[in-house]
């Protein structure tokens, strides 16, 4: 008897094998995605920190225009529309940039706006009311020079080409 209580126990509840329950996690919430894309650019030259208190130079971290090496090529409409835009994370000290073609200045207008919470800065190149305007299938180079607080330097060339 003792022993049909223990094979009706086993056959009850299981005769101990290890069975793995694997369940199935939903899947991760969609991520939004920005309507501007994170800026990565080439740095030329150095960059040396002039205060040991904050040794990082300026960082763009947002922008509506970026360097491709896969020929990606930009509307020129609304950048002539809007402008070119960079955000950057740091307050500045000294904004120098110009936009050229060819090794000519277009003479494109610098207007930088300060973020309500002074932590970052944000600076536009835009067309004179006139022009010169962006043209479709060009090449263009924006070089910038970007000084922060402190003195930390971060200069760019940023390649752009528009598209046909």
Known sequence: MKY???????????????????EKMP??????????????????????PAD??????PRIIKSNVYPN????????????RDGIFFDFNEDLN??????????ESLGWVTNTIRSAN????SITLTAPENGPFLKHNKEYLIDLLVEDMTGDKLELE?????SL
């Open 4 to 22: 049909l209580l223990m094979v009706l126990a086993i056959l009850m509840f299981g005769c101990g094998t290890d069975t793995e329950v694997i």
């Open 27 to 48: 899947p991760a919430p969609e991520q939004p995605k920005p309507n501007t894309k994170v800026f990565v650019v080439y740095e030329i030259g150095p960059t040396v």
């Open 52 to 57: 040991p208190g904050d040794p990082d130079p």
């Open 69 to 80: 090496p896969e020929g990606f090529a930009f509307s020129p409409l609304p950048l002539n």
């Open 94 to 103: 000294r904004v120098v940039i110009d936009l050229s073609m060819d090794g």
């Open 118 to 121: 002074k932590i970052s800065i």
């Open 158 to 162: 940023i390649p752009l080409r528009t």
